[in-house]
Antibody, heavy 124, light 109 residues
């Protein structure tokens, strides 16, 4: 079945780095734009970043621009989030999310598959 | 920047109809998507493109969008519908911006 499994979360000190991974299965990963969405403890959903199906295009929320980088390896069906200069406000559960239609980028699409999330805690 | 507003909470008795709104300037011109999130779980897509249901979502869940308000309607509410509900739109200009509403906690009395 269609599945997204995140990994790489943990506790990290402010200013340090972390890399999240998301393993995709059950669908043609290379055909879909992918996203990271995060949720701080007790808070709502916050979109973080998007990457096009072929990796050529990316966009970020203003709150993470310049510190977080989304990338993908279509040969390994894996999505990544490289997190640098981490801050306390980056503490959240990070979800890997699939765009609903294939071969679109930023086209008002819904997010039809979500991973179970990986928790990142930034604390001294 | 574009802002969408949801009521923090909605309460309804079992069997009644719940309506959760998502307000935004001329939101009727945008495609609105809705998600359900139960405690400790990932969000699930309920409604996409204002009013379409993914396969497996009960017909009790429906959506509409006009003017400055999009609405998620849950008919014949069940105890299992108690959850947080989020609306989602895109506001693309020079850059891509994905926007979620603040979420609405549905309580089944």
């Amino acid at each position: 079945q269609v599945q997204l499994v995140e990994s790489g979360g943990g506790v990290v000190q402010p200013g340090r780095s972390l890399r999240l991974s998301c393993a995709a299965s059950g669908f043609s990963f290379s055909n879909y734009a992918m996203h990271w969405v995060r949720q701080a403890p007790g808070k709502g959903l916050e979109w973080v970043a998007i990457i096009s199906y072929n990796g050529d295009n990316t966009n970020y929320a203003d709150s993470v621009k310049g510190r977080l980088t989304i990338s993908r390896d279509n040969s390994k069906n894996t999505l990544f989030l490289h997190m640098n200069s981490l801050r306390a406000e980056d503490t959240a559960v990070y979800y890997c999310v699939k765009d609903r239609p294939a071969y679109t980028y930023g086209d008002d699409d819904a997010f039809d598959v979500w991973g179970q999330g990986t928790k990142v805690t930034v604390a001294a | 920047s574009y802002v969408v507003t949801q009521p923090p909470s909605v309460s309804v008795a079992p069997g009644e109809t719940a309506r959760i709104t998502c307000g935004g300037n001329n939101i009727g011109s945008k495609s609105v998507h809705w998600y359900q999130q139960k405690p400790g779980q990932a969000p699930v897509l309920l409604i996409y493109d204002d009013s379409d249901r993914p396969s497996g979502i009960p017909e009790r869940f429906s959506g509409s969008n006009s003017g400055n308000t999009a609405t998620l309607t849950i008919s014949r509410v069940e105890a299992g519908d108690e959850a947080d509900y989020y609306c989602h739109v895109w506001n693309n200009g020079r850059d891509i911006h994905v926007i979620f509403g603040g979420g609405t906690k549905l309580t089944v009395l």
